[in-house]
């Protein structure tokens, strides 16, 4: 039984994804689109969008889960992403990130 428990903890200790950020201007319909366009980049999955209390509340960001990708998928994903101004930017994040 202890095997079993360490797998799930080295399970979810590997888990890394991309935090893609938008300029505070980008549109909901824009986001989906460069979420949409970005998303044949194999081994990254676009993760659904985050939970929106208010209008107010929402976040210029689109995550993929990136835990299975290879640095050239990585690239891949980075390339595709730049070629839409809305952009501001990409962090790859992982279970060790504070924030």
């Known amino acids: ?3 079993a428990g ?4 080295n399970a979810a ?8 950020n938008f300029k505070p201007d980008t ?3 824009t986001l989906l689109k460069v979420r949409e366009a970005c998303s044949h980049v ?3 999955r676009p ?3 985050p939970a929106v209390s208010s209008e107010l509340d929402v976040t210029y960001s689109v995550r993929y889960q990136t835990s299975k ?5 990585l690239a891949a994903l980075k390339s595709c992403l730049q070629r839409f101004s809305a952009v ?4 790859f994040r992982d279970t060790g990130n504070k924030d």
């Open 42 to 44: 194999p081994n990254v």
């Open 1 to 3: 039984m202890a095997l």
């Open 27 to 29: 549109t909901v319909s």
């Open 13 to 20: 200790l590997s888990k890394q994804w991309a935090v893609v």
């Open 69 to 73: 990708a290879t640095g050239a998928n």
């Open 6 to 9: 360490c797998s799930q903890i």
């Open 88 to 91: 501001s930017g990409v962090s």
């Open 47 to 49: 993760l659904g969008p």
